[in-house]
């Protein structure tokens, strides 16, 4: 039995349409034929027209084991990427949903910049199944939320990292970390003019909190990874035993 309510229009490229209600709800993603694009066009469907729908790109194998780069090659298995295995990384493993392109750019536009919040849900619900995908339960001592700098938050009212976590509970910590400068936008900078910015911004709240915890750190979109290398560095140097990342956005560069 379908529904036809009254039309929505797309968040991505403005055009109107007709959204269906069906009873069917969102998949589950262990048992989604379609995995994480099937999950990602139902929770978007009163959100995206079904043409842009489709051009979400999940963060699907061969990807890299550490930094979760998606290589282009969609043949093979995971393994390290070049990058990877000539640095070190201050983190275990990176993961995303998707690639961070125009698409998924623009959505996360309007989430965090033009109050587009209801977004928030379902972003929300598709970070939640990649985090199942990639974490045994249990084994994430604490979710901690990349801090906005305090006058940012206030200008925006509220932090868009937290936000996608804040049904997981208790274990979402947002006084662990913070942001003791504020940093131009990473948009535009370089990779190593994002490092330079992100250098010394953040500092540890609570040391004794993260002492051999095994973290995981949240963030909107993994770009260059200069902003949650620097976190995961400085809870590192608290001994946190392990840091991991889970972003909504992958770049590919
Ligand atoms: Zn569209
Ligand atoms: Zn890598």
Partial sequence: MKNALLPFSCRVCGQFFHYYETNQGAPDYASAPGGLEALFTCLMAQHLCPVCARQFTAAEPPICTRCGLIFKSRQGEDHLCGD?????????????????????????????????????????????AVYERHWRPGSIDLVVPVPLYPARLRKRGFNQAYLLV??????????????????????????????????????????AAVKNRHILLVDDVYTTGATVRECARILKRCNAAQVDILTVGRAVT
């Fill in 166 to 207: 804040r049904s997981w509970g208790d274990v979402v910590k947002r006084d662990i970390l913070q942001r003791t400068r504020r940093t131009a936008p990473q948009t535009g900078l370089g990779r190593k003019e994002r490092l330079k910015n992100v250098k010394g911004a953040f500092s540890v709240k609570a040391p």
């Fill in 84 to 128: 990877c295995l000539e640095s070190e990384k201050p983190y275990g493993m990176a993961r995303a949903a998707g690639v961070h392109d125009q698409s998924l750019m623009t959505i996360m536009h309007a989430y965090k910049y033009d109050g587009k919040v209801q977004l928030g849900g379902p972003l929300s619900k598709l970070l939640t």
